[in-house]
């Protein structure tokens, strides 16, 4: 005899693959923009874009991107904000000169970004 759920009992969301790469996309673009902003700019300003723009980052992906996010959004303004987040990432390792870096990390950001934006339609 096996047990089952009771009916009321809320199901726990099935994670995969493609969003555990998802969320370390995501880990990984905001450690990028620290890494970014306190080498790529001149003392003071290194201060500002080094904690700036992380904070940014997370302040837009849990207002507009997260999955219990604050403000619920029309899927292309989601996909609007992934693309800002992730397409900075991408860019500061380009502007680091990082070229494997910034191929692997745009591809596997594309890759994770489209097969789950596509269960959002």
């Known amino acids: 005899m096996t047990a ?3 009916a009321d009992s809320p199901q726990q969301p099935q994670i ?3 969003d555990a790469l998802r969320f370390l996309c995501e880990v990984f673009a905001i450690v990028t923009l620290g890494i970014w902003g306190f080498t790529q700019f001149p003392f003071w300003l290194n201060l500002v874009v080094g904690i700036g723009a992380p904070v940014l980052a997370i302040v837009l992906w849990g207002l507009f991107r997260a999955p219990k996010a604050v403000l619920a959004v029309d899927p292309f303004v989601k996909a609007i904000v992934e693309i800002v987040v992730m397409g900075t990432a991408a860019f ?3 502007d680091m000169h990082q070229w494997i870096i910034f191929g692997v990390f745009t591809i596997v950001a ?4 489209l097969i789950a934006g596509r269960r959002e339609f």
């Open 4 to 6: 089952r759920p009771a």
């Open 16 to 18: 995969g693959i493609v």
């Open 92 to 94: 500061a390792w380009a």
């Open 110 to 113: 594309l890759a994770t970004g």
